[in-house]
Nanobody, 124 residues
Framework: QVQLVESGGGLVQAGGSLRLSCAASGRSSFPGAMGWFRQAPGKEREFVAAIRWSFGMTLYADSVKARFTISRDSAKNAVYLQMSSLKPEDTAVYYC?????????????????WGQGTQVTVSS
């Protein structure tokens, strides 16, 4: 069993920045990859970014590629999402996910564990 807990969400003005954190516990070994997804009301869960745990290769959705940065801290067993130049369309609940075996992926079905989510609201 793996527990993931997101934090760092909140209200921010358009053009501002925010950093999300995801702390993992209950792991016996490092995962293959971790990712961030988001979901707005009435919409499907959407891929945001992912990172390969071993070497740090990253994958981004086109909509956030120039503005968001995903990173991980192996010593702390944590993953982060640095968000800059935020837009109102970035408003959503952001979820952290862990894929125990496999490379970074944009497909939600590839991930085995999910956090409870943290709300990000961008005002105009």
């Amino acid at each position: 069993q793996v527990q993931l807990v997101e934090s760092g969400g909140g209200l921010v003005q358009a053009g501002g920045s925010l950093r999300l954190s995801c702390a993992a516990s209950g792991r016996s070994s490092f995962p293959g990859a971790m990712g961030w997804f988001r979901q707005a009301p009435g919409k499907e869960r959407e891929f945001v970014a992912a990172i390969r745990w071993s070497f740090g290769m990253t994958l981004y959705a086109d909509s956030v590629k120039a503005r968001f940065t995903i990173s991980r801290d192996s010593a702390k067993n944590a993953v982060y999402l640095q968000m800059s130049s935020l837009k109102p369309e970035d408003t959503a609940v952001y979820y952290c996910a862990a894929r125990l075996r496999g490379l970074e992926s944009s497909t939600p079905q590839d991930y085995n564990y999910w956090g409870q989510g943290t709300q990000v609201t961008v005002s105009s």
